[in-house]
């Protein structure tokens, strides 16, 4: 076909688009279509991988990404996901699409292993729990849901220091965010007082986001004390309790220690909506197996809030995954499974407080005159080490270890093998 160029700039800047005039006359676009599109930052967690990548020192260190290693540095599946692949295997299943709502035993397994005791209503059908594409599918779906139908003023009120993509997936809802008082910058651990009066001073019926346990990115937990607080006051000021657990049976090694808020407010009466994700605990990271639960008042209520449910994923993924699915439904449902997945997960979590005990004796032994103890009173894969951005840099520039700038190190990615190293460059940076 014959162009008539005619050079004409319909947009400015780099957002120059060309018009062509045809030979029959038709005007039609000559540039390309995104030439208006400009480059993004890289992830603040996924870019401190990629510059790890680059780099070919021999002694480098990625602390930067919440990945669980083995003691050589290596990525660790659980001898138990492994017996539950070749049990699977055996059965010859199918590949069909699951429901909507996903497979009905994981969600129910998935429901009991987070309410435990408390989970009566379960029996009952006053809840509804749908299978989601791990975490973040089910914080992304509660916040598509609670955007559409959550009564009263639809912003969500996150700690103040959260998962750096929290307000991403609650703002790509269309929710408001704004913070609460969470993690005191002096001591590196929770801080109970400032939490319990921004609590109490924010409006009657607000939207609460909580880190059910491991707070990610500070370590830094509520005891169980503070939980019971923090409840009552909820209660009293009728917030809605938003909960994430993305670390159950990864914070203590003890499942049901790790569950301890969800199931206090639930024995307090708060009908909440709870996110889990089984990246974490089970190592199943990129088979993205996680879910969204809502407790309901009554059979007819779970009904309605299941159809709209349904109804916000058919277009999102409209059907959850189904390999991850498939092998958490059966270690959670076969005995002799659950039985050692308990044990795989205290070792997981053994590993990391060991790793936090090692790092603070190296800190000590290099001569640190700082005060360390966060790194052993914080809890879970993440130490909030009160690093600063220039200290985090010269880490990168001089030893090769990589973190977010933030200062979080992924406690999981040391190694008996390199954590003096670590601690050594840490008090060369901090000296
Ligand atoms: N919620 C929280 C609090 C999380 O920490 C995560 C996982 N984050 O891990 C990556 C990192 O911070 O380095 C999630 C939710 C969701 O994780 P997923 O979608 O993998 O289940």
Same mark, same amino acid.
């Given at each position: 076909?014959?162009?008539?160029?005619?050079?004409?700039?319909?947009?400015?800047?780099?957002?120059?688009?060309?018009?062509?005039?045809?030979?029959?006359?038709?005007?039609?676009?000559?540039?390309?279509?995104?030439?208006?599109?400009?480059?993004?930052?890289?992830?603040?967690?996924?870019?401190?991988?990629?510059?790890?990548?680059?780099?070919?020192?021999?002694?480098?260190?990625?602390?930067?990404?919440?990945?669980?290693?083995?003691?050589?540095?290596?990525?660790?599946?659980?001898?138990?996901?492994?017996?539950?692949?070749?049990? !699977?295997?055996?059965?010859?299943?199918?590949?069909?699409?699951?429901?909507?709502?996903?497979?009905?035993?994981?969600?129910?397994?998935?429901?009991?292993?987070?309410?435990?005791? $408390?989970?009566?209503?379960?029996?009952?059908? !006053?809840?509804?729990?749908?299978?989601?594409?791990?975490?973040?599918?089910?914080?992304?779906?509660?916040?598509?849901?609670?955007?559409?139908?959550?009564?009263?003023?639809?912003?969500?009120?996150?700690?103040?220091?959260?998962?750096?993509?929290?307000?991403?997936?609650?703002?790509?809802?269309?929710?408001?965010?704004?913070?609460?008082?969470?993690?005191?910058?002096?001591?590196?651990?929770?801080?109970?007082?400032?939490?319990?009066?921004? !609590?109490?001073?924010?409006?009657?019926?607000?939207?609460?986001?909580?880190?059910?346990?491991?707070?990610?990115?500070?370590?830094?937990?509520?005891?169980?004390?503070?939980?019971?607080?923090?409840?009552?006051?909820?209660?009293?000021?009728?917030?809605?309790?938003?909960?994430?657990?993305?670390? $159950?049976?990864?914070?203590?090694?003890?499942?049901?220690?790790?569950?301890?808020?969800?199931?206090?407010?639930?024995?307090?009466?708060?009908?909440?909506?709870?996110? $889990?994700?089984?990246?974490?605990?089970?190592?199943?990271?990129?088979?993205?197996?996680?879910?969204?639960?809502?407790?309901?008042?009554?059979?007819?209520?779970?009904?309605?809030?299941?159809?709209?449910?349904?109804?916000?994923?058919?277009?999102?993924?409209?059907?959850?995954?189904?390999?991850?699915?498939?092998?958490?439904?059966?270690?959670?449902?076969?005995?002799?499974?659950?039985?050692?997945?308990?044990?795989?997960?205290?070792?997981?979590?053994?590993?990391?407080?060991?790793?936090?005990?090692? !790092?603070?004796?190296?800190?000590?032994?290099?001569?640190?005159?700082?005060?360390?103890?966060?790194?052993?009173?914080?809890?879970?894969?993440?130490?909030?080490?009160?690093?600063?951005?220039?200290?985090?840099?010269?880490?990168?520039?001089?030893?090769?270890?990589?973190?977010?700038?933030?200062?979080?190190?992924?406690?999981?990615?040391?190694?008996?093998?390199?954590?003096?190293?670590?601690?050594?460059?840490?008090?060369?940076?901090?000296?």
């Amino acid at each position: 076909m014959a162009l008539l160029f005619t050079g004409r700039n319909l947009l400015k800047g780099n957002s120059a688009t060309v018009l062509a005039k045809a030979s029959t006359g038709a005007v039609i676009r000559k540039s390309s279509w995104w030439s208006h599109v400009e480059e993004g930052p890289p992830d603040v967690i996924f870019g401190v991988v990629e510059a790890y990548n680059r780099d070919d020192h021999p002694q480098k260190v990625n602390l930067g990404i919440g990945a669980y290693r083995d003691d050589n540095g290596k990525p660790w599946v659980l001898p138990v996901v492994r017996k539950a692949e070749k049990m !699977l295997q055996e059965k010859e299943l199918d590949k069909e699409y699951a429901g909507i709502m996903g497979y009905e035993t994981f969600r129910k397994a998935a429901a009991k292993l987070a309410f435990g005791p $408390q989970g009566d209503f379960i029996e009952n059908g !006053l809840y509804t729990t749908a299978q989601t594409i791990s975490g973040t599918g089910a914080l992304r779906l509660a916040a598509n849901y609670l955007k559409k139908y959550f009564p009263y003023d639809k912003k969500v009120y996150v700690p103040d220091r959260t998962w750096g993509n929290h307000v991403p997936v609650l703002s790509h809802a269309g929710l408001a965010t704004d913070t609460y008082k969470y993690y005191n910058p002096n001591t590196c651990m929770f801080d109970p007082e400032g939490a319990y009066d921004s !609590l109490k001073n924010l409006p009657k019926n607000s939207l609460v986001l909580f880190h059910a346990c491991a707070h990610n990115p500070t370590g830094a937990d509520p005891y169980p004390e503070h939980w019971e607080e923090i409840s009552k006051i909820c209660k009293d000021r009728n917030h809605f309790i938003f909960i994430d657990m993305a670390y $159950q049976g990864y914070a203590t090694g003890d499942l049901n220690r790790d569950a301890f808020a969800v199931r206090q407010f639930v024995k307090d009466g708060h009908k909440l909506l709870l996110t $889990q994700s089984f990246a974490k605990n089970m190592g199943l990271y990129g088979e993205r197996v996680g879910a969204m639960t809502i407790l309901t008042d009554s059979k007819e209520e779970t009904k309605a809030v299941e159809s709209q449910v349904k109804i916000i994923i058919r277009p999102m993924w409209a059907n959850p995954p189904i390999n991850g699915a498939r092998i958490a439904t059966i270690i959670l449902s076969t005995k002799e499974l659950y039985d050692q997945w308990l044990v795989e997960v205290k070792s997981m979590a053994d590993r990391t407080i060991l790793m936090r005990e090692r !790092l603070h004796e190296g800190l000590e032994k290099e001569g640190s005159k700082l005060n360390w103890s966060h790194i052993t009173g914080q809890i879970g894969m993440f130490c909030f080490s009160g690093l600063n951005e220039q200290q985090v840099q010269r880490l990168r520039d001089d030893f090769h270890i990589y973190m977010t700038k933030d200062g979080r190190i992924s406690i999981v990615a040391l190694t008996t093998k390199n954590v003096d190293y670590v601690a050594k460059a840490i008090h060369e940076v901090t000296k």
